[in-house]
């Protein structure tokens, strides 16, 4: 079993939607997850230069609220950067608590497609997943169908499972177990 895993909605995701995705998280980190309706200070994370929103400051605030025992994904509907990198869909804390997850370049609409909530859904989920990963000190996986596989672009993640390949596995059972310990 891994630490707890705390999602806090900072969105305008709907309930069913937000269910599906929790349950997708469970299913695949066999863990339990529970949801919590949040307000960060997000526009202080804007950059008027790029009109988009720095992750690692919504990170930071993340980081601050976040128990030691507890991972905690923001989950923002805003785009978010990084300096190095025009845009990205989440940043972790790596072998922390605290990880931001956008879900605003993975809906259809963002490319002129029509709305696809399944798949909106399953983008977030592997996107959570991946984040999270991270914060249990799993780096990015050359396994073509790995979650933890890098995804540049939305596609990629549209190819990508929601589940950690064998391997990433094997390493996550125990660097969870690790986490559990050192939360002791």
Same mark, same amino acid.
């Given at each position: ?30 863990? $339990?997850?529970?949801? %919590?309706?949040?307000?960060?200070? &997000? ?7 790029? #009109?988009? !929103? ?63 909530? $399944?798949?909106?859904? %399953?983008?977030?989920?592997?996107? &959570? ?7 249990? #000190?799993? !780096? ?45």
């Amino acid at each position: 079993m891994t630490s707890t895993i705390t999602i806090l909605n900072a969105t305008t995701l709907s309930a069913s939607p937000l269910r599906d995705i929790l349950h997708e998280v469970e299913k695949n980190l066999r863990c $339990s997850v529970s949801l %919590q309706k949040h307000s960060l200070d &997000i526009e202080k994370t804007f950059d008027t230069s790029r #009109g988009q !929103y720095y992750s690692t400051a919504i990170l930071t605030q993340v980081m601050k609220r976040a128990p030691v025992s507890t991972k905690c994904v923001a989950l923002v509907d805003v785009d978010v950067f990084i300096p190095v990198l025009s845009f990205v869909f989440g940043e972790a804390q790596f072998g922390g608590n605290a990880t931001v997850v956008s879900t605003h370049r993975l809906c259809n609409q963002f490319y002129g497609m029509p709305a696809d909530e $399944s798949l909106h859904v %399953q983008r977030i989920a592997k996107e &959570i997943i991946h984040e999270l990963g991270h914060t249990y #000190g799993l !780096y990015h996986c050359r396994n073509f169908e790995c979650v933890m596989r890098s995804s540049t672009y939305v596609e990629d993640i549209d190819l990508k499972k929601s589940s950690l390949c064998n391997e990433c596995w094997q390493l996550f059972e125990i660097l969870s177990l690790n986490n559990l310990k050192k939360n002791e």
